[in-house]
């Protein structure tokens, strides 16, 4: 079975320090992985995606992830917090298989204090 | 510019009555999904549909309906039959060609039923 963990539901920095949110997937076929953000009130928008290319994807904002195979996981990282980064965040995994199937992480929200 | 228009942004019923959310697209996607998302949780699908004229039931459709009868719409109405229909409702299209299938989200409408 295909599922998304997203390993915490909160999580808190300090502006200026490095942020880490984590995802871990399970997937029978070869997955494509997603990163969204989505502020308050407001859509989903796509920070980066791995398409099985390179391993270190960089995305918008500053943000990174590394696909890491033999973990099953997809960690999305970034060097130095600011406060516009304070946010819900997505881990997603998409497959194609009849047709294309999605599945959402749960989310983690992020806040960053000043 | 290219994008998922949702509207309205916000909006009230009284319990018993059907409504229709409204979702448009101009970036000439074949796929379309409706979303719904309840607090502190992930995304769950309600409908999606790939093609005009076709629609599958996603994880929760009981309770909802959906037409595609144009490629730029996709609307959904929530039905009477909705035991919990206030949340956060949110299209998506995404292109089915190539890879990865990234979704693009529209703004979403916030329901809330009393």
């Known amino acids: 079975a295909q599922s998304v963990t997203q390993l915490d539901s909160h999580v808190s920095v300090s502006e200026g320090t490095p942020v880490l949110l984590r995802c871990n997937y399970s997937?029978?076929?070869?997955?494509?992985l997603f990163w969204y953000v989505q502020h308050p009130n407001k859509g989903l928008q796509l920070l980066l995606k791995y398409t099985s290319a390179a391993t270190l994807v960089k995305g918008i904002n500053g943000f990174e992830a590394e696909f890491k195979k033999s973990e099953t996981s997809f960690h999305l990282t970034k060097p130095s917090a600011h406060m516009s980064d304070a946010a819900e965040y997505f881990c997603?995994?998409?497959?194609?298989?009849?047709?294309?199937?999605?599945?959402f992480g749960p989310g983690t929200s992020l806040s960053v204090i000043p | 510019d290219g994008g998922i228009t949702q509207s309205p942004k916000y909006l009230f019923r009284k319990e018993g009555q059907n409504v229709t959310l409204s979702c448009e697209q101009n970036l000439n996607h074949d796929a379309m999904y409706w979303y719904r998302q309840d607090p502190g949780q992930g995304l769950r699908l309600i409908y999606y549909s790939q093609i005009v004229n076709d629609f599958q039931k996603g994880d929760i459709a009981e309770g909802y309906s959906v037409s595609r009868e144009k490629k730029e719409s996709f609307p959904l109405t929530v039905t009477s039959a909705q035991k919990n229909p206030t949340a956060f409702y949110l299209c998506?299209?995404?292109?089915?060609?190539?890879?990865?299938?990234?979704?693009?989200f529209g703004p979403g409408t916030r329901l809330t039923v009393t």
């Open positions: 997603v995994v998409s497959w194609k298989t009849s047709y294309d199937k999605v599945i």
């Open positions: 998506a299209s995404s292109t089915r060609t190539g890879t990865p299938y990234e979704q693009y």
């Open positions: 997937s029978s076929y070869s997955p494509s």
